[in-house]
């Protein structure tokens, strides 16, 4: 938990630095490209959060893998050099993003889907977006074979479960009363 605390303070600090210098959509991209490659790639994550290896060889190689992101996004790099942070970097990635995206008025929508979605499900999912909220919405797709069919759909707060797992379910209440 407090390493979340942290990171939202990064997080805010960095967007503060990137909005000041006219950069903040592109260390957006940056921390994207982080934390998707922090998630996906095992040796990465697993190097990161090392505490055997130093910080001197963390830094460096962070800055050979992502040699070509901006000097913003550099300058992260040797702040959690000098407070020997490495480990909150995907944390960072994570929360810059909801922070920069809370700054420009978009939400996310959480859309789950028991296989990835095509342009019809997105265009039903755009349609019910619509009624719930009125800021700009991107949507990101997670896929759980469990919902069996049908979507889940989360915004901030707010959730409409239109799956056939839950319909299955409210059936199976109402049979059993």
Do not use: C, H, W
Request: charged share 25%.
């Amino acid at each position: 938990m407090a390493s979340t605390r942290a990171a939202i303070r990064y997080a805010k600090a960095i967007l503060d630095l990137a909005n000041s210098k006219g950069v903040a959509e592109a260390v957006n991209n940056d921390m994207k490209s982080i934390a998707n490659a922090i998630e996906t790639n095992v040796e990465l994550s697993t190097f990161i959060e090392n505490p055997t290896t130093t910080v001197e060889v963390k830094q460096s190689a962070l800055l050979e893998v992502f040699s070509n992101v901006n000097g913003v996004t550099k300058g992260l790099f040797q702040l959690l050099f000098e407070n020997k942070r490495f480990e909150i970097l995907n944390a960072i990635a994570v929360e810059y993003s909801k922070v920069y995206d809370e700054s420009n008025g978009v939400e996310v929508a959480k859309v789950t889907t028991a296989i990835p979605m095509d342009a019809e499900l997105e265009a039903k999912v755009l349609a019910k977006i619509a009624t719930l909220s009125d800021k700009k919405i991107t949507i990101e797709n997670i896929v759980d074979p469990a919902i069996i069919g049908g979507f889940i759909l989360r915004i901030g707060d707010k959730q409409y479960n239109a799956s056939v797992a839950n319909r299955l379910q409210v059936l199976k209440r109402e049979l059993s009363n």
